[in-house]
């Protein structure tokens, strides 16, 4: 069942023998937050983000939803990027896209801060209770490992993105190959892991 604002995207089935039946999987990102999903090189990663981002296109008009797609691996999900609920698709050479990416959620979580403080001070307590409608905001960095050694001074805004934005209806989908590519400090903030 598909709810208005709550982003629970599909992404397969799965089987449960024990019990003989199968079921839908999906990955209940308003309810459970960031989510990061680590695998080898064929491993599947690149499939289970664009089936996560196409589900949510699917389902999700853009007043529910803005994406903003960081692809540092294929530039695959270039494909995404006429679909109304895609911000920008930004690949590794952009920059001044990044900086301004960066700037406008810091941003976003002041003025969700001030907006929420009325209602709970959460984005589904202000869903719920105000007449005004904020979109949620999903970002997908595709191999956080490059990210984070072309633009090792984003670091810091990292953390605090992550740490601070769930909250606030903003979203992080992370890849990543190796369990070290994420710090310890960053990766507390991801509620959610998937191992492919």
């Known amino acids: 069942e598909k709810e208005k604002y709550v982003i629970n995207p599909l992404i397969g089935e799965y089987d449960d023998p024990v019990n003989q039946r199968q079921n839908y999987l999906s990955v209940p990102i308003s309810k459970k937050g960031n989510l990061l999903i680590y695998g080898s090189q064929g491993s599947g990663k690149s499939m289970l983000i664009t089936t996560l ?32 609920q895609i911000g920008d698709v930004i690949l590794s050479y952009d920059n001044e896209k990044i900086d301004s990416l ?56 990292m953390n605090y993105l992550t740490r601070e934005g769930a909250k606030y209806g903003i979203y992080f989908i992370i890849t990543a190959s190796t369990p070290n590519a994420v710090r310890y400090k960053m990766m507390q903030n991801f509620s959610q892991m998937l191992v492919l």
């Open 53 to 84: 981002i196409y589900s949510i296109i699917k389902n999700h008009s853009p007043e529910e939803v803005n994406i903003y797609l960081l692809d540092f691996e294929s530039e695959t999900l270039k494909a995404f990027e006429k679909a109304p």
């Open 102 to 157: 960066t700037r406008s959620l810091y941003k976003e979580i002041e003025n969700r801060k001030k907006k929420f403080s009325s209602f709970g001070g959460t984005y589904e307590s202000f869903i719920e209770e105000s007449d005004e409608k904020l979109p949620n905001i999903i970002i997908t960095i595709s191999n956080y490992a490059a990210f984070s050694e072309l633009y090792p001074d984003k670091e810091d805004e």
